[in-house]
């Protein structure tokens, strides 16, 4: 049996931007509200702080935090020494961080598969199916980049809206930028564009430090620039990433989408999602019946704890947006890249694969 320990010394051993990982008995994860001026390490024992991390953004990323379902469990089964219904307890606790991004409730449903029994054995079981999802989702990045590669063509300047890369999964690439950086390994000549996100700029501080360290080019553009740059034909792609997809292929991905998509459409340029098969919702007919999330106004009103706004200012921050399946090129998954009718594309990619973070 594989050990979690030797699992992450392996995933050390690679080029990759490691969101969260376990070592000296302890989680350890990178604070991404700090990034990319402070490369502060949390490290806990306690899966209550894990999902308060969650909760605070301070671990983000549909990807990453789908990965959290299962270290929150190995968490809550080390620390209550195999106590079953503090497990439970647990995946009760993680599955209400957030609301929208649908890994992170379907991975903890996964580890909570394995839960029986109590003590060593029960925690075995969970190291077990931590090691299983936690390799799987590494090797998922690499086939959605090589799917979502054949899509990029030599040339290219792609489009991309907030973070959807390797901290905001599994350290490869996530899925947006596993299939820009896979396209920049094979030799393509690609330019991204980033837009920096309000109000959280996860693009401009993330996305930004990723494609640094990556040595890709790009350029930083504010989110409403984003309809100038596609009328002058400087943008050939636009590849975003995904919180939650639902049966008929509408797309919830952050604020902010919605409109990138609509300029692509008027504009002739193919509008992308890098997604998993595990984050479209079958449960989902359309996408109006994704809970959208509603985070804090005084995150518009104030940048970095600074005012921006004259005091007692009404704001409005949805979290996500709605981007309907008529706008959307198509969806790169692991297993190829699905095209409209997706009520139809989408139910055959159902049928055919295991279930992926
Ligand atoms: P992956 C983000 O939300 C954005 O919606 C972004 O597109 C997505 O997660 C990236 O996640 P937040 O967690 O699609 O920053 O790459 O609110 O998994």
Redesign the pocket.
């Known amino acids: 049996m594989k050990r979690i320990e030797e699992l992450v010394r392996s995933f050390q051993e690679q080029e990759l931007l490691l969101p969260i990982w376990f070592e000296d008995e302890k989680l350890h994860f990178i604070d991404q509200k700090k990034l990319p001026f402070e490369s502060y390490i949390h490290s806990t024992t306690d899966v209550n702080d894990l999902a308060l991390a969650i909760k605070n953004?301070t671990i983000?990323?549909?990807?990453a935090?789908g990965t959290c379902g299962a270290w929150g469990i190995y968490l809550a089964a080390l620390q209550s020494k195999g106590d079953l219904a503090y497990v439970l307890k647990a995946g009760r606790l993680l599955k209400q961080t957030r609301p929208t991004?649908v890994n992170l409730m379907k991975t903890v449903d996964e580890m909570l598969s394995v839960a029986t029994g109590s003590g060593e054995e029960l925690i075995e079981r969970i190291e077990q199916k931590t090691v299983e999802i936690l390799e799987r989702q590494l090797a998922f990045e690499h086939e959605l980049g090589r799917n979502g590669a054949e899509m990029i063509e030599d040339g290219d300047a792609i489009l991309t809206?907030?973070?959807?890369?390797a901290l905001?999964?599994s350290g490869y690439g996530?899925?947006?930028l596993s299939v820009i950086r896979k396209a920049h390994e094979q030799g393509k000549s690609i330019h991204v564009y980033t837009c920096e996100t309000r109000p959280?700029l996860?693009g401009a501080r993330i996305t930004a430090y990723e494609l640094k360290k990556f040595g890709i080019p790009h350029t930083l553009i504010t989110d409403n620039m984003s309809g100038y740059l596609m009328s002058r034909g400087k943008v050939q792609k636009v590849v975003?990433?995904?919180?939650r997809v639902a049966g008929n292929g509408d797309l919830a991905?952050?604020v902010g989408t919605y409109m990138h998509a609509l300029a692509a459409k008027a504009n002739g340029v193919p509008f992308y999602t890098a997604?998993s098969s595990h984050t479209i919702d079958h449960d989902v007919e359309a996408g109006r019946e994704i809970e959208v999330e509603f985070r804090d106004p005084s995150e518009v009103t104030s940048f970095q704890n600074r005012p921006i706004a004259p005091e007692g200012t009404n704001a409005l921050y949805p979290?996500?947006d709605i981007t309907p399946n008529e706008l959307i090129a198509g969806i790169i998954t692991e297993k190829g890249v699905m095209t409209a009718p997706y009520t139809s594309t989408l139910q055959n990619l159902r049928a055919t694969v295991a279930s992926r973070v």
Do not use: L, P
Request: hydrophobic share 25%; glycine share 22%.
């Open positions: 953004m983000r990323g549909s990807g935090i991004a809206h907030c973070h959807s890369g905001a999964g996530g899925r947006a959280y996860q975003v990433g995904s919180d991905n952050k997604t979290s996500f």
